[in-house]
């Protein structure tokens, strides 16, 4: 993504567009895919992050209440990994998921644990015909009976 090139420019106005154009060349946002994102402010109902897209994301507090000891730690500067769903909506917002992060984190370290064949821990947290549904790594599992 390169600015336009207009012909009558000043030296600042050169400078500033160089520079604009080599930070761009750094940014490979895809989405649908988990990235690193930078805690730039703490809200009472958002946490906003610098996705080093156009604008700055949005998560909801909501998103870190299942996890105390993770909205604890949460200062301004931290690095936390979110999913980007969507670059731009059609608000111009950039649409990202921390909860879809652990989720899908989650999700690969379960297909790990299954090919080594190791063991998990769960907690159950409800019962199903047949077995129980059991939370392991933020995941919900069925166990039979």
């Known amino acids: 993504m390169k600015s336009e090139q207009i012909n009558d420019l000043s030296p600042a106005q050169k400078e500033f567009e160089s520079l604009l154009n080599k930070d761009f060349e750094n940014r490979k946002l895809k989405e649908n895919e988990l990235i690193k994102a930078t805690v730039t402010e703490i809200t009472k ?30 200062k301004i500067g931290s690095q936390i990994e979110v999913f980007l ?49 059991a939370d392991v790594e933020g995941l919900p599992c069925f166990m039979p009976s």
């Open 45 to 74: 109902n958002f946490v906003v992050v610098d996705c080093k897209a156009k604008m700055e994301g949005m998560i909801p507090i909501d998103e870190f209440k299942n996890d105390q000891k993770e909205l604890e730690k949460l």
């Open 85 to 133: 769903d969507r670059i731009e909506s059609f608000r111009g917002e950039i649409i990202i998921s921390r909860d879809k992060a652990r989720k899908i984190k989650a999700w690969k370290k379960m297909e790990k644990v299954f090919e080594m064949q190791e063991e998990v821990t769960g907690f159950i947290t409800g019962k199903v015909k047949g077995g129980f549904i």
